[in-house]
């Protein structure tokens, strides 16, 4: 009951715009779970400050914030799978593109498969845009998932001229990677 009120108090200050706001009473709530032995709890509040620090670009706080605390080992696949992206998120964001791409495949893997199409999608472009950093190719399949085809296509188009080494029609895409870029490794 802990956890699902944190994560709608924490949606409607995220709605609301004033984010930044709720850190320290979601790090007090965090350390009180923790001593509770709350794992769900635990679980959505640590998910709900990765994303606040993501949110405004504090990738090195992130990571320190990771590195200092465990994820319950009782928790749900939803709440993993968020975990998994948000880690995959800020690894891409360090350079270290092996382990963001095996958090991203992980979050991929438990994240629901008939539902949370935009989680889906959005773990990946990021996955594909780590792929491509990677200097692998993106497997084909991945574009003709049903319900993401329409969503992935200029990252189909994309990874295309990449593949080809096409530079006339990887210039025309320039802005989708630079947006791409800049949601992976943001000016600082």
Same mark, same amino acid.
């Given at each position: 009951?802990?956890?699902?009120?944190?994560?709608?108090? %924490?949606?409607?200050? /995220?709605?609301?715009?004033?984010?930044?706001?709720?850190?320290?009473?979601?790090?007090? %709530?965090? #350390?009180?779970?923790?001593?509770?032995?709350?794992?769900?709890?635990?679980?959505?509040?640590?998910?709900?400050?990765? #994303?606040?620090?993501?949110?405004? !670009?504090?990738?090195?706080?992130?990571?320190?914030?990771?590195?200092?605390?465990?994820? &319950? /080992?009782?928790?749900? !696949?939803?709440?993993?799978? #968020?975990?998994?992206?948000?880690?995959? =998120?800020?690894?891409? *964001?360090?350079?270290?593109?092996?382990?963001?791409?095996?958090?991203?495949?992980?979050?991929?893997?438990?994240?629901?498969? !008939?539902? %949370? *199409?935009?989680?889906?999608?959005? %773990?990946?472009?990021?996955?594909?845009?780590?792929?491509?950093?990677?200097? /692998?190719?993106?497997?084909?399949?991945?574009? =003709?998932?049903?319900?993401?085809?329409?969503?992935? =296509? &200029?990252?189909?188009?994309?990874?295309?001229?990449? =593949?080809?080494?096409?530079?006339?029609?990887? !210039? #025309?895409?320039?802005?989708?990677?630079?947006?791409?870029?800049?949601?992976?490794? &943001?000016?600082?």
């Amino acid at each position: 009951l802990n956890s699902r009120a944190f994560f709608y108090f %924490a949606r409607c200050v /995220e709605l609301s715009g004033r984010i930044s706001s709720i850190r320290s009473a979601l790090l007090a %709530a965090y #350390r009180t779970a923790t001593l509770h032995h709350d794992a769900p709890t635990q679980a959505v509040l640590l998910n709900l400050l990765l #994303r606040n620090y993501i949110s405004y !670009n504090l990738f090195d706080q992130a990571d320190k914030l990771l590195s200092r605390t465990q994820f &319950p /080992e009782t928790r749900s !696949n939803n709440q993993l799978a #968020r975990y998994l992206y948000y880690t995959g =998120r800020i690894k891409a *964001v360090q350079l270290d593109y092996s382990d963001a791409l095996w958090n991203l495949t992980q979050a991929l893997r438990k994240a629901p498969q !008939n539902s %949370a *199409v935009g989680f889906r999608i959005s %773990a990946h472009k990021f996955m594909i845009i780590v792929q491509l950093l990677t200097g /692998e190719v993106p497997a084909r399949d991945i574009f =003709r998932q049903v319900g993401m085809q329409r969503a992935l =296509r &200029p990252y189909l188009s994309l990874t295309q001229a990449v =593949r080809v080494g096409d530079m006339v029609k990887l !210039n #025309r895409y320039s802005s989708l990677l630079q947006m791409s870029l800049k949601a992976i490794v &943001p000016c600082r």
